[in-house]
């Protein structure tokens, strides 16, 4: 029971992602002929006082038979990890690195990632006055999905794309190839941690992004959702019913105080990538029952679309502790009738 949708938790073993992980973006490797993951991590010598609320640190990668049992993949790097903070104690991404999305572009694989360096927020919250917090998004590049180039950006330290002066940070990118361009949708967080919002950019050479408007919703706010929208990932529409050409999965924020900011994973539908209805009025994914690694939180949702069944993977975690307890993950959920009122967590045997 506690462990029901868990499909990859904490290593067991000395390595870049002994501690924490999340962030999974799952794809399927035609020319290694299996599915591969990559997530985000931290291990267990990670400096505690850099961004100590996220997971973020290194990137890892794991792969896959059936999209549901895992195994990692030793990566070239300390730790068996695929990238790394750079070098240079200079560059925006100095300190720690986290997935954003990772899709087969142009013949490679381009991943749109998150890092932050010592840097501190200005004039914010407390809890985001740590080294690490003000983030920034940059590319890579990549022809096996485990050696990886940076693409240098235009904006500050060399990211490709900064921070405004209102927010804390810009972080949890995500991709979508439109005909000849890319439509980059990122969040960012004003800086007393109020509201998530969601920034739009398109670009046609990687170099060049210019805003885009959106999202913008048919209807007010709902209840669960009153903090904003965390992350999210777009895909063509696969549902039968709901209409719309485009299916959003995100992310949403519960700004009520009796929630503690619970997160819960929602969607909505468009024509156009700009005006989006709700799919339901309510989440099809909530936090699992008390005492399952996922009773806190469910969030970074990915959602993989097959000709059996919709799949879908998240984040979880949890505020409980007892032994054994992996204390937070990346989970997978199945719908076989390919409806979102139809995922049912996976269950492994684990003996």
């Not at 029971?1 to 990859?8: A, K, N, T």
Request: aromatic letters at 10%.
């Amino acid at each position: 029971m506690f462990e029901r949708g868990l499909v990859l938790g904490p290593s067991e073993s000395a390595r870049c992602d002994d501690f924490r992980l999340g962030g999974a973006v799952v794809r399927r490797d035609e020319r290694a002929s299996c599915w591969r993951m990559w997530y985000y991590c931290r291990s267990a010598t990670f400096p505690a006082g850099v961004a100590p609320a996220f997971g973020s640190g290194a990137i890892a990668t794991a792969v896959s038979d059936d999209g549901v049992n895992w195994r990692r993949e030793m990566g070239p790097l300390a730790g068996g990890a695929v990238f790394l903070p750079a070098e240079d104690p200079e560059a925006f991404d100095s300190t720690h690195v986290g997935t954003g999305d990772v899709i087969w572009w142009r013949d490679r694989w381009l991943m749109a990632y998150f890092g932050g360096s010592s840097e501190v927020p200005a004039a914010a919250k407390e809890m985001y006055t740590h080294p690490g917090y003000l983030v920034r998004i940059g590319l890579a590049e990549s022809s096996d999905g485990i050696h990886w180039t940076r693409l240098p950006g235009r904006a500050a330290r060399g990211a490709t794309v900064d921070v405004d002066e209102k927010s804390v940070y810009s972080a949890f990118p995500s991709l979508l190839a439109l005909d000849d361009d890319l439509i980059l949708h990122y969040t960012s967080v004003d800086k007393l941690g109020r509201y998530h919002s969601t920034n739009l950019l398109r670009s046609s050479d990687l170099e060049s992004w210019q805003p885009v408007p959106g999202p913008i919703f048919e209807r007010d706010v709902l209840p669960h959702e009153s903090a904003g929208i965390v992350n999210r990932d777009i895909v063509e529409n696969p549902l039968s019913e709901g209409g719309g050409r485009w299916l959003m999965i995100y992310t949403a924020r519960d700004g009520r105080p009796e929630t503690a900011e619970r997160r819960s994973i929602c969607a909505a539908v468009s024509d156009d990538l700009v005006h989006w209805r709700h799919h339901s009025p309510l989440p099809f994914l909530t936090v699992g029952p008390q005492g399952a690694w996922d009773s806190a939180g469910v969030a970074s949702p990915k959602l993989v679309v097959t000709q059996e069944d919709l799949r879908l993977y998240y984040y979880g975690w949890s505020n409980e502790s007892y032994s054994g307890h992996p204390g937070r993950g990346i989970g997978c959920a199945i719908s076989k009738q390919r409806r979102l009122d139809a995922f049912r967590r996976v269950c492994l045997n684990r003996e």
